[in-house]
């Protein structure tokens, strides 16, 4: 054999051996390139057929649903939240933030000092609230206080309903920290766990608002039933109300 026929072949062999490397080099390289989209590509080809079915389709359409329809009841939530300021805006109600400063030293549940007065638009006769519900009324005020006559006190008396049937009643402060709600019929239909709320019949405080529940029932009161209800706002623990402006 000729001795440049064996230069050829000789040269060739370590060109062949190469071969395996440079297209290993070229792989990583493009991958490199890519940032790995062909081994997703190529992954996502193996593992078709291992892909989730119709029922983990289904799932997640329940899901769905389930998603769509929770948010549906924030929406209407929100909708009705938003309602209610408007029509709180329309009806020109504000409410004013106001600290209590004292406390009648006779007891608690008579009467609280507010730091706000009439320089603030607070006025005889407003309503207060505290955390939970109405607590009692302004009764007399000063440039920078006001005092509040509570829903405890003997000389209260607010006009209030049962919330699940619209039994009139009237809120009679009896010095302790549970007034009494007397009715105005003989079967009122009432029981223990009622709300009591604010009556649209009352000329002194706004209709609906929260006043309390229902702990006892005495039906053989004379002239008619009547009720100890436990208020719905903490009184021993109230430190800011708000006052309900006109």
Not at 84 to 108: F, T
Not at 182 to 188: C, T
Not at 222 to 238: F, G, H, R, T
Request: aromatic content about 4%; cysteine-free; overall charge positive.
């Amino acid at each position: 054999m000729p001795a440049a026929r064996w230069l050829r072949i000789g040269s060739a062999r370590p060109l062949l051996g190469a071969w395996p490397w440079l297209l290993l080099l070229l792989g990583l390289a493009a991958v490199r390139l890519s940032k790995g989209a062909l081994l997703s590509d190529a992954y996502a080809l193996v593992s078709r057929p291992f892909w989730p079915g119709p029922a983990q389709s289904e799932w997640l359409r329940s899901a769905r649903q389930l998603e769509d329809q929770l948010r549906l009841d924030q929406l209407e939530r929100d909708n009705r939240r938003l309602r209610g300021l408007l029509e709180l805006q329309r009806s020109g109600e504000r409410r004013l933030g106001a600290p209590v400063i004292s406390r009648q030293i006779g007891g608690w549940w008579q009467q609280l000092l507010l730091g706000k007065g009439s320089l603030h638009g607070v006025r005889s006769g407003q309503a207060v609230l505290g955390p939970g519900g109405l607590i009692g009324r302004v009764s007399t005020v000063t440039p920078t206080t006001a005092t509040v006559t509570l829903l405890t006190d003997p000389n209260s008396r607010v006009g209030v309903w049962v919330a699940r049937n619209q039994r009139q009643a009237l809120l009679v402060g009896v010095g302790s920290p549970r007034p009494l709600v007397r009715f105005l019929e003989k079967d009122p239909q009432v029981r223990p766990g009622d709300v009591v709320v604010t009556s649209p019949a009352s000329t002194l405080v706004p209709p609906n608002l929260p006043v309390g529940v229902i702990r006892k029932v005495d039906e053989q009161a004379d002239p008619a039933p009547e009720a100890v209800l436990q208020l719905s706002a903490p009184l021993a623990a109230i430190d800011w109300v708000q006052v309900l402006l006109p």
